[in-house]
């Protein structure tokens, strides 16, 4: 029995409790948590928030760590998950400025600014300090590295640890969750939203930024002055995004084909078009009119198979130099890059990472997929050098100080700022210059998790011994309703700015504001709504610059104020 006991309480002869005991107690939180994890109610879960309530639970019942041990087990794991989502943004991250997501990325600061307003307004009105109403304000908008740089902050300016931050964002995270669900549906009502109506001009690409969306339109040949005309010779004439991907001749309706430079039009032939919907007009000025017709026919000879990009010779490389389609009969209909689909036109360049959906003949796909995936050994696993580098550039950059006026103390990127920026730039050049494969970024998703899962492990069980007694009193619920106005207020204010100043679309509002609050579980909410990609990609586009934003922010609030 004493063997279990120390186990668990840990044996007191060895530092820390020893390894058996410390691993134990980390190894059942994580577990137990991720478990839960997996609990839902109407498709909505609290996700990996589940280990930081294990945690409080072990905690609170002394089932814990060495402080010193837990300390280090905490920030390594912040260092992990940070510098994986660093690798995951990186190979996207300065396009999401661009094709119209500059307009979407300044709403996402407009949202951040109110949340700080508020924040500050909640300081000084009720004088509770800001190393806690960092902990209010991170887990109000769910965002863990927030908590990470706002201890660490907390560390380098009074050089120790503020209990009531983990407390605090542990109160208010499930209310970050709810808040902005909540807020959804209350903008659903308050616009008047009609959902099928949304669908429906989502479906088209309309009443969001047009260049972020990407579909399908069947165009019918009807202009007499391009009957005969080749269609390379046509597509000078016009300047749009767009792809032909397959063509049935008129007069020969149980057949199709893979469109080339070199096919020949005619009045009558229908087309299979992929496209962006602000070059829709154009297109069908150019070619004729749009129709209803039903391509599924033709699914047994004809399939689209989607292939991730991992041949690091293909970075750099055109479609056009690919050239798949005198090669092999098969068309590139778009591609897949950070979560928003782009049309492939013969310049646009790949990269590793992106996804290819191609469409041919089984044998045509089979051609195009040797080219586009590696098979050699070395693209099969991760190559870890890279990775402990960019790590230990990481950690010096997490302490470089840089002076801003006006503050005591200069400010520091941090463990939970450092490592990530380095992340961003290596996934951004590490694509172009071959400097990571394929497989280094695939193995950054199970780095991603394990990481985070450590960090809120320690989390918890450092923050549960004071835990439960202040949610049940009267200052935790005042905690909980200052985190339902942290994430409600803004999103508010973001909703109607989106709607009728950008006129955006629903579902790529809910996107934005979810992204911008890093708030998967609010992302889920949205894409149980519609079919299309709209809340992902808005999502998509605000997410990495929202995450550093805030690991900033809660630095600048704790430096200034604290």
Not at 6 to 24: D, I, T
Request: proline share 4%; charged share 15%; net charge neutral.
């Amino acid at each position: 029995m004493d063997l279990i006991s120390n186990l668990f309480r840990g044996f007191p002869e060895y530092w820390g409790g020893g390894v058996a005991h410390s691993v134990l107690i980390v190894s059942l939180v994580m577990t137990i948590g991720l478990l839960l994890g997996k609990l839902k109610f109407r498709n909505i879960s609290l996700g990996l928030a589940w280990v930081l309530f294990v945690g409080i639970l072990f905690g609170r019942f002394g089932l814990t760590l060495e402080p010193n041990l837990l300390h280090f087990i905490k920030e390594l794991g912040l260092i992990i998950f940070v510098f994986a989502i660093g690798l995951q943004v990186g190979p996207g991250f300065f396009a999401s400025f661009r094709r119209g997501g500059f307009a979407l990325n300044g709403l996402m600061m407009i949202v951040l600014a109110c949340s700080v307003a508020i924040t500050l307004i909640i300081h000084f009105v009720s004088n509770i300090p800001m190393t806690t109403m960092a902990g209010i304000f991170s887990g109000a908008v769910t965002n863990t590295p927030a908590l990470g740089a706002a201890q660490q902050a907390t560390t380098d300016v009074f050089g120790y640890d503020a209990p009531k931050i983990a407390i605090g964002y542990a109160v208010t995270y499930p209310m970050g969750v709810i808040g902005v669900i909540v807020a959804f549906a209350i903008m659903r009502y308050a616009f008047r939203i009609n959902l099928k109506k949304e669908e429906h001009d989502a479906l088209r690409g309309l009443g969001s930024t047009e260049r972020l969306s990407v579909h399908q339109i069947t165009i019918e040949v009807s202009n007499s002055m391009i009957d005969g005309k080749m269609l390379s010779d046509i597509r000078q004439f016009v300047k749009r995004e767009f792809v032909i991907t397959r063509i049935v001749f008129n007069g020969e309706e149980d057949e199709c084909h893979i469109v080339s430079g070199n096919t020949i039009l005619h009045n009558g032939d229908k087309l299979l078009v992929v496209i962006t919907p602000k070059d829709e007009d154009a297109v069908k000025a150019l070619f004729g009119h749009s129709i209803a017709y039903d391509w599924s026919k033709f699914d047994n000879d004809y399939k689209v198979r989607r292939m991730f990009v991992s041949n690091t010779k293909l970075n750099g490389k055109t479609i056009k130099d690919l050239d798949i389609r005198t090669r092999f009969d098969a068309n590139i209909a778009k591609v897949t890059r950070n979560g928003v689909d782009h049309v492939a036109t013969p310049n646009f360049a790949l990269q590793t990472g992106d996804i290819l959906s191609v469409v041919g003949k089984e044998n045509a796909l089979t051609h195009t997929e040797s080219e586009v995936i590696a098979r050699n050994h070395h693209a099969s696993y991760g190559d870890l050098i890279p990775i402990f580098i960019g790590i230990t550039f990481g950690c010096i950059l997490a302490h470089l100080p840089f002076i801003i006026p006006g503050l005591p103390q200069p400010i520091k990127f941090g463990l939970a700022g450092g490592p990530m920026i380095i992340a961003i730039l290596m996934g951004y050049f590490g694509t172009k210059h071959h400097w990571l494969n394929t497989a280094t970024f695939t193995s950054g998703n199970m780095l991603r998790e394990i990481g985070i899962t450590m960090f809120l492990a320690c989390v918890g069980l450092q923050a549960g011994k004071d835990f439960i007694d202040t949610v049940v009193t009267s200052e935790g619920l005042e905690w909980a309703l200052y985190g339902l106005a942290i994430t409600m207020i803004p999103i508010i204010i973001g909703g109607f700015i989106g709607r009728y100043v950008m006129h955006l679309n629903y579902f790529t509002l809910m996107g934005i504001l979810s992204g911008g609050n890093t708030n998967p579980p609010a992302l889920a909410y949205a894409n149980e709504y519609t079919s299309t990609d709209e809340p992902s990609i808005g999502y998509t586009m605000v997410y990495p610059l929202a995450m550093i934003l805030r690991i900033i922010v809660i630095q600048i609030l704790i430096m200034a104020i604290a």
